[in-house]
């Protein structure tokens, strides 16, 4: 089955960086666009970024754009965030999904990222 | 302030219906039959319960069902179940220039 498992969260101090990372297993991968999605504590959720499956184009939420890198690397079937100059807004848990049609399907348990002096 | 509008909360009680809307506009919701609904359990990840307006995955039960009129789309759940508590949160595809997909607030469904 369908499986995602992200890592790399932890706490950072704003303006700082950190590095996602989103294992993708019972699929293939290679023929998937993935999302990063995000949730603040106790708020919804937000769409952060979609590369395509194979990497040739990225998409961006507007809060994040110019900070925030997507990429992947589809021979160890894993999808990246680059996270740089963070801010206390970017404190959420970390979300990768597939893409389905531009929708995300199947979502990871999420990593914690929390951005904190 | 989330781009899509949802009650904060519902609730109901044991086998009965309950509908949770979710409000856009022609840019989003109106605009495009790219609305879907996840379901959200405490410190769990979203599923997909609706794609496509009215599509249910593979797997999900057919109590759950999606509409849309003009810029708004509904979630109905029917023969609510215990287990249906949870929170609903709805998205759509969007022609934003900022954004690729768009979600809402979010809605609390309690079962009573």
């Known amino acids: 089955q369908v499986q995602l498992v992200e890592s790399g969260g932890g706490v950072v101090q704003p303006g700082r960086s950190l590095r996602l990372s989103c294992a993708a297993s019972?699929?293939?991968?290679?023929?998937?666009?993935m999302h990063w999605v995000r949730q603040a504590p106790g708020k919804g959720l937000e769409w952060v970024a979609l590369?395509?499956?194979?990497?040739?184009?990225?998409y961006y939420a507007d809060s994040v754009q110019g900070r925030f890198t997507i990429s992947r690397d589809n021979s160890k079937n894993t999808l990246y965030l680059q996270m740089n100059s963070l801010r206390a807004e970017d404190t959420a848990v970390y979300y990768c999904?597939?893409?389905?049609?531009?929708?995300?399907?199947?979502w990871g348990q999420g990593t914690l990222v929390t951005v904190s002096s | 302030q989330s781009a899509l509008t949802q009650p904060a909360s519902v609730s109901g009680s044991p086998g009965q219906s309950i509908t949770i809307s979710c409000t856009g506009t022609?840019?989003?919701?109106?605009?495009?039959?790219?609305v879907s609904w996840y379901q959200q359990h405490p410190g769990k990840a979203p599923k997909l319960m609706i794609y496509?307006?009215?599509n249910r995955p593979s797997g999900v039960s057919n109590r759950f069902s999606g509409s849309k009129s003009g810029n708004t789309a509904s979630l109905t759940i029917s023969g609510l179940q215990a287990e249906d508590e949870a929170d609903y949160y709805c998205?759509?595809?969007?022609?934003?220039?900022?954004?690729?997909?768009?979600f809402g607030g979010g809605t609390k469904l309690t079962v009573l």
């Open positions: 999904a597939r893409d389905y049609y531009q929708l995300p399907d199947y």
């Open positions: 496509d307006v009215s």
């Open positions: 019972g699929f293939t991968f290679s023929t998937y666009g």
């Open positions: 590369i395509w499956y194979d990497g040739s184009n990225e």
């Open positions: 022609s840019s989003d919701v109106g605009g495009y039959n790219y």
């Open positions: 998205s759509s595809y969007t022609s934003s220039s900022t954004l690729l997909r768009v």
